[in-house]
């Protein structure tokens, strides 16, 4: 059984390319007609307006396709045209529709255009994404109670993919069981750079054993965002991925798992319970992919919004847009306390400075929400990497307090993973002993979080391939007061070099 419905619906931009450079967000969907027909509701300015971009995107289609195309690879052109976003390709290399960029309702609007039944979409769905399932190829969906005609298969080959535009080249299992793997990329704006990264955590219950995994999921090849001590930013952005690219993630992750379990005589499948969206680059960066890609994990395959964390930097628009859709949990990456060392450290500080973002957490988190009965959802998750000597003082932990004093959130300590060609340091154990006594005793939830697999290069921070990257981010000028801790640590002689 699919999990229950979520409304999925959401702006869908028409893109008709060369024909015409005006968008439209599509009207809400009313209720359904005697005979199934859908009554969109909306005002005359916005029909007339609805018109003049389908009588372009008539003459777009028209002009473009050649006479080889069959009648239904043009509903599949129509169709996605429908769903142009920016979120990336829908397609694939040669054209076809992929089907694992669309969400359960916009699976069902491709379904109609193609002449088929919309309840298609839920067996489709269950192929796609259900336990054990996961296929790869129409023709892998064989006779259990959902099966398919071999019209629809042959219309599903014509006009669609099932590809996820990722292939899973490797994994690397640390000693504590963390296991990273990495995606050759098939399609889409990184696939000429190399490779993304996936991580599972394992999570053991109260006897120690491991019962479930964390997936750390990526979203960009790289990162934009140029924060100093991440090695991810080190790359630079390469490219976004797409909505499919981010959901095979968790698919080929649980096929990975599924095939370990019964590749092990009386062993049981361990489940991903928890989502992330940590790995490499800035989610809300790409935005309206990671909202897709979290709709089709909620729905596809079951997994519960609660169980699902976005982390941002600090984009304070996109953080406010992303709560108002209430798709998930929020964690935002702080990291510092001044806007001098935060400017430095998260270069997007420069444009959305501390007071700015603060003032955002208090309006969505306010401390009254703790009064409330249920309160798992209404409290964000505040990331403090702690770098020695930069931002783990006794100060740091007071102003940290005082920033907090007004938003209900827990605190989550990080130890930094040290990497090739880092000029910073991990906090002393000691250090972070204070600086978490000071926000307990403040009032604080705070947490410290272990590092798990820093040995295979799979922790916080750790992940990428500066190899891929043609260019890499410069590291910034710090302030005057850390440059002597700083040039202790590393070549004064490269100093020119590193601080651009």
Known sequence: MLCNQFNLSRPRNVDVSNAASTSYSAPKLGRTGRHGRQLIWMDLSLRLKCHRQILALCATLKADTAPSISATQQNATAISATFQEPRGSIRDNTGRLMLRNLTLQELQEWLISVGERPNRAEQLFRWLYGKNAWIRDISEAKDNGFAFSKVFKEKVITSASLSGGLTLQSVRTAQDGTKKLVFALNQGEGSAMGTVETVLIPMPNKNGINSR????????????????????????????????????????????????????????????????????????????????????????????????????????????SFLDTKKAKLAVSLHATTDEVRDWIVPVNRRYPIKELISLLQGYFPMSNAKQSNTSDK???????????????????????????????????????????????????????????????????????????????????????????????????????FRKYLNSAIDPEKEVELWK
């Open 213 to 320: 995994y964390t997936a750390c999921l990526s979203t960009q090849v790289g990162c934009a965002m140029n924060c100093q001590f991440c090695y991810t930013g080190r790359m630079g952005l390469l490219g976004n991925l797409t909505t499919a690219q981010i959901v095979e993630q968790v698919v080929e992750a649980r096929r990975m798992l599924s095939q370990e379990a019964s590749d092990s005589a009386g062993a049981s499948e361990i489940p991903i319970g928890n989502i992330v969206f940590m790995g490499m680059g800035e989610p809300l960066h790409n935005y309206n992919a990671l909202l897709a890609a979290i709709d089709i994990l909620a729905e596809g395959l079951c997994l519960s919004r609660s169980k699902i964390i976005v982390s941002s930097v600090g984009l304070v628009p996109e953080i406010r």
């Open 379 to 481: 409290f964000v998750v505040i990331e403090y990497v702690l770098l020695r000597h930069i931002n783990d003082t006794a100060e740091d932990a007071v102003r940290l307090s005082d920033l907090l004093k007004d938003v209900y959130c827990m605190v989550n300590l990080i130890v930094f993973n040290p990497h090739e060609g880092t000029q910073f340091k991990g906090s002393e154990e000691e250090s972070v002993k204070t600086f978490r006594s000071i926000l307990v005793k403040a009032g604080k939830v705070c947490t410290v979080r272990v590092s798990k697999g820093d040995d295979t290069m799979s922790a916080c921070g750790q992940l990428g391939d500066l190899g891929s990257s043609p260019r890499l981010a410069p590291l910034l000028q710090p302030p005057e007061k």
